[in-house]
């Protein structure tokens, strides 16, 4: 009798732990992200346009080439609006994460450190795994799409036409009924992008500021030439398949966008970060914004939108008017898309893994800095070498259905945090009623918005009738009013999001309004990886974490960095 209530206290004493670990927030000290001139840390090396280059390197790979055409196939002409509509969400996300990179300038971590500070430390941990599976996932199918590439690229030497086996470059060599598939020069890829990352945040920031005014400049000149062949008959009809193609678009090429918040992890190496960072993460997002809807006019002007073909639809519709050295242009264009969005996304994953190593939510390892390279090389090489083995013996391009869930947790979440900071400053924890707070009945709120539209995306998405939808809603509508009539806000220093709640409540429907539009699989991996996230934090993290470290985060001013 006496063991049982002794391991009953026992058990009751480890939920208890477990809860109040879980619900703890991060505290920022002001001694956090203080200069100095010694010590082991990150360099402010980053300016204004490294900034902008490192956006528009993250968000715009190879895609830019194909997804445009093959959207245009169901949606006509009208891409160009399904462009506009997904490149308008993206603005309301980006000035959400505006907001919080110049509210946090001078701490690494991005939407994990937001949800770590305005939440708790459990929905930071989740944030954080579901964004690392989509990072790593990524990098890998990124790489081998890089490879392929590269490897039609040798294919341009006589000698090695068609004489690259598959196990080299292209696709791969399947084994165990296509459990295994080899592929030998996406780990070499990896580990040369490794390496220049290891080397420095000056190195790395320099090839990509090169790669990307490449691909840049290809784009750019693949709309003027385009421009002369385009024949207007063919934007009419403009919407051959109704408004509901375009909106469906909307949903597909929203994922071209993905990446502007990679600048937000650039937060302890970007130079002027309060000033910088909300001009690089909404700069960098209207330049593609630009580059998108240039596309868009240029390819279904050129060609019908019914005679685009599905692989290379725009290298195609080149070819086609006997402009083929435009072609060869858009594969070097491609090769150096892919190239910044693998080294952006291995960029990102190390100051993550940073960020989580600083905070004792994974071994302190992760949390060490070059003495000399001021990077953090111990996780730099880590994110490498997971990419590489994914990359090189998996065939990860058929797990791309269950991608981007991460993306979008990050940006919902983000969003929630820009309404709940703005709490904490005034009423935000002032109770309103005997039996809730007023930051609970917020967050009660804020659910019911994405809830609500989960709800309008499965309704849409199952073609359900149009007064369901109406239904949820009008229950999302009366939710954000709750918002903006039972909390008072404040505004915060530096950059500031306009239209709060509002906007950050349309962000938070509309994103998980996509999360609904996503393959089924997509959200058993989400619920999965949610359990299995829950059992890490439970055996590690909540003994290891450590929020109210009172340890500086040192960093570096450039050596040409003036005083301020």
């Known amino acids: 009798m006496g063991s049982q209530q002794k391991d009953a206290t026992s058990s009751s004493s480890c939920f208890s732990h477990f809860c109040s670990s879980a619900l703890r927030a991060k505290t920022l000290n002001p001694s956090f992200g203080r200069a100095t001139s010694s010590g082991d840390g990150l360099i402010r090396r980053l300016g204004i346009l490294d900034l902008l280059l490192l956006g528009v390197g993250a968000s715009i ?43 946090f300038p001078a701490v690494v971590g991005g939407a994990y450190l937001y949800a770590y500070t305005a939440f708790n430390e459990i929905t930071a941990f989740l944030v954080f795994m579901q964004l690392m599976l989509d990072y790593h996932i990524g990098a890998a199918s990124i790489a081998r799409s890089l490879a392929s590439y590269v490897a039609t690229a040798f294919e341009l030497i006589p000698a090695l036409k068609g004489n690259i086996p598959a196990w080299i470059g292209h696709g791969g060599e399947e084994f165990f009924g296509g459990t295994l598939s080899i592929n030998i020069l996406a780990p070499i890829l990896l580990a040369l992008v490794t390496v220049v990352l290891c080397r ?73 970060p309060q000033r910088d960072l909300p001009i690089g993460i909404l700069g960098s997002l209207l330049i593609c914004v630009a580059l998108y809807i240039g596309v868009c006019l240029v390819i279904t002007g050129m060609v019908p939108y019914n005679l685009l073909g599905e692989d290379a639809p725009l290298a195609e519709a080149f070819t086609s008017k006997g402009l083929k050295y435009v072609s060869i242009l858009i594969s070097v264009g ?28 994974l071994p302190s390892l992760f949390a060490k800095v070059h003495p000399k390279r001021h990077t953090p090389i111990h996780s730099q090489i880590w994110v490498g070498i997971i990419a590489a083995v994914l990359g090189g013996l998996f065939n990860v391009h058929i797990l791309s259905h269950i991608l981007s869930v991460g993306s979008l947790t990050g940006y919902s979440v983000v969003a929630a945090c820009v309404v709940t900071l703005r709490w904490k ?74 239209g709060v709640p509002i906007v950050p409540s349309v962000c938070i429907f509309f994103n998980i309004f996509l999360f609904a539009q ?47």
Request: glycine residues 10%.
């Open 61 to 103: 790979g190879a895609g830019i080439f194909v997804v445009t055409g093959t959207v245009a196939r169901d949606a006509g002409p009208g891409v160009t609006i399904s462009f506009i509509l997904a490149g308008a969400s993206c603005v309301l996300n980006a000035l959400c994460y505006a907001e919080l990179a110049s509210r």
């Open 200 to 272: 420095g945040v000056g190195e790395s920031s320099a090839v990509n500021s090169f790669m990307t005014a490449t691909k840049i400049v290809i784009v750019i000149f693949v709309i003027i030439a385009g421009a002369f062949e385009v024949d207007v008959d063919n934007w009419s009809p403009f919407a051959p398949n109704g408004f509901k193609e375009i909106l469906t678009g909307a949903t597909v090429v929203f994922f071209a966008y993905v990446g502007f918040d990679a600048v937000a992890n650039s937060a302890e190496e970007s130079k002027r």
């Open 334 to 361: 491609a090769i150096a898309g892919l190239t910044t969005t693998l080294l952006v996304g291995l960029y990102v994953q190390s100051r993550l893994y940073l960020g989580l190593g600083r905070d004792g939510l």
């Open 425 to 498: 400053n005034k009423t935000g924890n002032q109770a309103s009623s005997k039996c809730m707070s007023t930051w609970c009945e917020g967050v009660i709120c804020i659910v019911l918005v994405a809830c609500c539209g989960f709800a309008t995306g499965v309704l849409y998405r199952y073609g359900a009738s149009f007064i369901f939808m109406i239904v949820a809603v009008v229950v999302a509508v009366l939710a954000c009013a709750a918002l903006c009539y039972r909390q008072a806000y404040s505004d915060p220093p530096g950059f500031s999001c306009p």
């Open 518 to 564: 996503l393959h089924y699989e997509a959200w058993i991996r989400f619920v999965i990886l949610s359990i299995i996230s829950v059992g890490i934090y439970a055996f590690y993290g909540q003994y290891h974490a450590n929020p109210s470290s009172d340890e500086t985060i040192i960093y570096h001013m450039a050596p040409e960095e003036d005083a301020h």
